[in-house]
Structure formats: structure tokens, C-alpha cells
Antibody, heavy 119, light 109 residues
Framework: EVQLVESGGGLVQPGGSLRLSCAASGFTVSSNYMSWVRQAPGKGLEWVSVIYSGGSTYYADSVKGRFTISRDNSKNTLYLQMNSLRAEDTAVYYC?????????????WGQGTLVTVSS | SYVLTQPPSVSVAPGKTARITCGGNNIGSKSVHWYQQKPGQAPVLVIYYDSDRPSGIPERFSGSNSGNTATLTISRVEAGDEADYYCQVWDSSSDHPLVFGGGTKLTVL
């Protein structure tokens, strides 16, 4: 059974850092595309970052240069390192398996972890 | 980067058919995926590759895609279908490859 479990969210001051983790089971993270998607309170889904199976990474303009997506193959875990956090980064952060065929579809999602950036 | 446009809200009476649109430039040339999100829950895939249904999704959910509009159709709408629905495409040529629509709130009257 495929499962994704996020952790690492919490309250952080503006300018601070946080690292989110997404532990996967039932499939191999390194063989798949993996993505982070966030949702600010009362807002829609916003794509944040993706890492391809080959290791290429891409970021939304709103987080580029501040966030880093990575994975630990030995732990089958996806990460999102978030630096220089701003109030507008406050959101629930979801990790998702981005299954690739001729397109990319987020077929499994974690339950989400809440990040609150506030003084 | 590619932009997807959805109506903010759609309302439908129980037992009727709801249609939620997703507009994009020549979207018919891309594969469209649809997600359902209920309050406090993670999104759930309901339609992928324009019209395929994951296991466990009722046949009442269907999808189509042509020209500049993709459509999610929910037949015989039930109260439990009330949720936010998002369309998504993969823009392979872009540095921002995963694109979501703004979402549509489906209200069952």
C-alpha cells in the first residue's frame, strides 16, 4: 500500500528555516517524480517544487532560491528545506507522488503538514 | 508559464449533472487530471489522463478534453460530492511543469 507521511511543520519566525520530511512506503521515491504542493489558508493548491527520478529539480518562482527539494534514497524520504521564510509561506504543505507516463499526475498525497510563519 | 482557468463556483441540485470547466490555451493537446478536496482533507485524484477513473471513484465522475476546454462531469450529484475541484496539467517544456487551476467550489443545493 502506498503511503506518504509528512512531518516537520510548525511555527517559525519570519526569516527562519524549517525542513519538511515526507516518508514514503509502498514504492521507491528515487524511481518516481516527487512533488511538494502547498495550500495557504482559504486558498487553492499551489505547486511548489518537483524532483524528477533523474534528479532534476524545479521550483515555483515564489520559492526559488529559498527552498530546496531533495531525497534520501536510503530512507525512502523526500525533503523540502525552507529558508528565509516569509509570512506568505504560511500554508499546509503536501508531498505527492507525481507519477510519470506521457504526463505527470499526482496519484498519491500525504495528509499535509502545517507551516506557520509569524512573529 | 501555462495558465489554467476554472470558475470559482458551481451549484447543482441533488440528482442533477454538474459540469466544471478548466480552460487553457490548446488544452486539448495536453493531458488533464482532476482532484477533489473536501474540507480539512488532502486532495484525491478523481480523473486522470482526461477521462480515466482511478479504482474506487464512482462511474458518475467522467472527464473530457478538447480545444481550449477540459470538463469534469459529475452525474447524479450527491451531497457527498460537495467539495473543491482542481484541474492540473504537466507543461513539459516549462521550468514550472506542474500547473493547477484555481479550483472550483461545488455546492450541492
Amino acid at each position: 500500500e502506498v503511503q506518504l507521511v509528512e512531518s516537520g511543520g510548525g511555527l517559525v519566525q519570519p526569516g527562519g528555516s524549517l525542513r519538511l520530511s515526507c516518508a514514503a512506503s509502498g514504492f521507491t521515491v528515487s524511481s518516481n517524480y516527487m512533488s511538494w504542493v502547498r495550500q495557504a489558508p482559504g486558498k487553492g493548491l499551489e505547486w511548489v517544487s518537483v524532483i524528477y527520478s533523474g534528479g532534476s529539480t524545479y521550483y515555483a518562482d515564489s520559492v526559488k532560491g529559498r527552498f530546496t527539494i531533495s531525497r534520501d534514497n536510503s530512507k525512502n524520504t523526500l525533503y523540502l528545506q525552507m529558508n528565509s521564510l516569509r509570512a506568505e509561506d504560511t500554508a499546509v504543505y503536501y508531498c505527492a507522488r507525481a507519477r510519470y507516463s506521457s504526463s505527470v499526475v499526482a496519484d498519491y498525497w500525504g495528509q499535509g503538514t502545517l507551516v506557520t510563519v509569524s512573529s | 508559464s501555462y495558465v489554467l482557468t476554472q470558475p470559482p463556483s458551481v451549484s447543482v441540485a441533488p440528482g442533477k449533472t454538474a459540469r466544471i470547466t478548466c480552460g487553457g490555451n490548446n488544452i486539448g493537446s495536453k493531458s488533464v487530471h482532476w482532484y477533489q478536496q473536501k474540507p480539512g482533507q488532502a486532495p484525491v485524484l478523481v480523473i486522470y489522463y482526461d477521462s480515466d477513473r482511478p479504482s474506487g471513484i464512482p462511474e458518475r465522475f467522467s472527464g473530457s478534453n478538447s480545444g481550449n476546454t477540459a470538463t469534469l462531469t459529475i452525474s447524479r450529484v450527491e451531497a457527498g460530492d460537495e467539495a473543491d475541484y482542481y484541474c492540473q496539467v504537466w507543461d513539459s517544456s516549462s521550468d514550472h511543469p506542474l500547473v493547477f487551476g484555481g479550483g472550483t467550489k461545488l455546492t450541492v443545493l
